[in-house]
């Protein structure tokens, strides 16, 4: 059995690693404790900042942005080459931190940091592909162009699941594309946040770059409130529940500022007869039981063929039975604890409702250490088999729960897969080229991510990342997310020394 570290123990590596990476600890402290979920105890405890110190950030970074906004791309990419060196450097540190605040297992937050560096080479490289497009004219002697310009500063508003990741996908594209970031990270995990901006600050004092582009403010919800009601954030990238979004996309629209939304996600797995099935079980366990099955990518239904969804519970179950769930600092564990108390009533009412819904309990829902750390709160991963896609089915819990549900033909499986209000990841697990692509097409998954023979989960930065319907539309990371970072301006050159009108139009004067 897993033991679970001391309070002490904890807290002196959270120190540790938090100095390593550059944080005035001194200077951040104050009378808001930060609870490890590990062990359920006081990590430290931080000074929580106001709505107008909120404000006064975004003041200084608009000062960076008129700066900022004329150096070269490719030089403001060096930046951010910086910064991926010394998260490389300090890879472990931060990794320390996400695993102490959140509970992620050691690999998953070694996984988070990696996603950071590799972001940060994308950016590198975009520095240099900030691309525009020459238009045919329909004039003679003019020329049509457009320009990518910098848009603002840019708001990062994250959650606990990704403490850092999320913030490094806008802030090393927001920064390349020449704007200034403002981030009110989760309150759950201050020191996470302020171990990557103090890499961020030192690689700023390093190259040399406006000391006010990055600025962090730890608070609750009216720090974010600020932002999202200031009309200096040109852009407010959000990541958070529907509900969090549904309050902040019609505020930002109102100030016509722009929004970039993350919300939830409810991911189906389809597996079909032809599936390979020990594949899919290790896709499927790895998607939903991993970080205790609070990614918003992670897996929640598996859609099943009724001719394989025997067999492939047996398998699944029988992995969820061996899972090691403990101590995330420990190596070999594999599933951590639930960030909270509430989390863990989530869980515990989604599956009284789902019992009530018709749902039976293949394997897990049990608490476990509780009476080692009765704060802290591991669960087993749970499996629910479900007749139909009920209410609570088609609602995100934020906890490993995985429903599975059975299907006949493809286009009910393709319905089930989006017949639920959420609309971010989805796979399908199968040998059928037919299916795949059916799958994958217009009339396939309506998701933003749709994936063959892998899970809904862990998905690569290259990609645009985001979802349709109640996930929110944004899309940030790699492909060209960039675009939502800056402003195009589209421009007319005339170089013939006449001035005909476009249209044909006469105005002879
Ligand atoms: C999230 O859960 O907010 O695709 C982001 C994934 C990770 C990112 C998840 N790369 O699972």
Redesign the pocket.
Known sequence: MTSLPTAEDLSRRAREAAERCGVDLAASAGDRPVTSPVNGEVLISVRWQSRSDADAAVRKATEAFGEWRTVPAPVRGALVRRLGELLREHKEDLATLVSLEVGKITSEALGEVQ?MIDICEFAVGLSRQLYGRTIASERPGHRLSESYHPLGVVGVIS?F??PV??WSWNTAIALVCGDPVVWKPSELAPLSALASAALLDRAIAETGAPANLSQVVIGGADVGEALVGNRGIALLSA?GSTRMGRAVGPRVADRFGRSLL?LG?NNAAVVTPSADLDLATRGIVFSAAG?AG?????LRRVIAHESVIASLLDRVASAYRSLPIGSPLDAGTLVGPLISDSAYKSMQDALLAARQQGGEIIAGGSRRLAEAAPGAFYVEPAIVRMTEQTDIVRQETFAPILFVLPYSTIDQAIALNNDVPQGL?SSIFTSDLGEAERFLGPDGSDCG?ANVNIGT?????GGA?GGEKETGGGRESGSDAWRAYMRRATNTINFSGALPLAQGVKFDI
């Open positions: 996603e959650a699941n990704f990741a999320v990541t993350e996600g970080t609070q990614r918003c990518t992670t990841s991510i989960s862990g998905a690569e930065i990342f």
